[in-house]
């Protein structure tokens, strides 16, 4: 059995200080397989791969309707693209479409856009939804749909990491192909992070956009 968390930020992204090495080292620690999400951007890939990290290399793009992940990138899709666009772009990469938080509309969830039929995965389960039926409506769509069904932490800090994950058979993480076959077998593991574990990522992008700006000038 392996477990996975298909939804994990690291520095790269706006809004989260933590470091791939540390996320890498917990992984490791913890026998975990991981997917590197981070928001609008790839650039942490380089990285966890010098890390020798067991990780699925993604990006979760804000699209014009919503967040959008692609697993298995290897070219990043800028923010705002149309929705259908970002679609089609992962899959000409060989990539999955993994909709995160689809209805959790606070956090840019998809919700019911015509083009979520278009989607792999289903997030069923996302740490971050602070209302539990955000995630039961995700499922519900996930079984309408026929689709697999997987769980994230989001987590924006590494001790929101380890808790939550989907328990699959063995499978080869260099596959799209296999991992889908794999979800077919799924159990989600998820613990609902507590209110404030959303708390630090506005501060941390409050001031990293400050030093963006800062450097700009
Ligand atoms: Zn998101
Ligand atoms: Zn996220």
Redesign the pocket.
């Known amino acids: 059995m392996m477990r996975v968390d298909f939804h994990v930020h690291s520095k790269y992204s706006i809004d989260t200080l933590t470091e791939p090495k540390a996320i890498a080292e917990k992984a490791a620690r913890l026998g975990m397989v991981f997917a590197c999400t981070d928001?609008d951007t790839i650039d942490g890939h380089a990285e966890f791969r010098k890390l020798k990290a067991r990780f699925i290399p993604g990006e979760?793009v804000g699209t014009d309707a919503g967040?959008v992940i692609g697993l298995y990138v290897s070219e990043s899709i800028p923010r705002k693209t149309p929705i259908g666009e970002t679609m089609d772009l992962i899959h000409g990469q060989g990539g999955l479409v993994y909709l995160?938080?689809m209805f959790d509309r606070s956090?840019?969830g998809t919700g019911g856009h015509p083009d979520a039929a278009k989607a792999d995965v289903i997030e069923a389960f996302n740490a971050h939804c602070l209302q539990a039926s955000f995630n039961e409506k995700a499922k519900e769509f996930a079984e309408k749909n026929n689709k697999p069904m997987a769980a994230g932490s989001?987590s924006h800090a590494l001790w929101e990491f380890g808790t939550t994950y989907t328990e699959v058979p063995d499978f080869d993480i260099e596959s799209p192909k296999e991992l889908l076959k794999a979800l077919g077998k799924s159990r989600i593991v998820g613990v609902r992070a507590p209110f404030y574990a959303r708390g630090p990522g506005f501060v941390t992008k409050f001031f990293k956009k400050l030093a963006h700006r800062a450097k700009k000038k």
């Open positions: 928001h979760e967040d995160p938080h956090r840019h989001d």
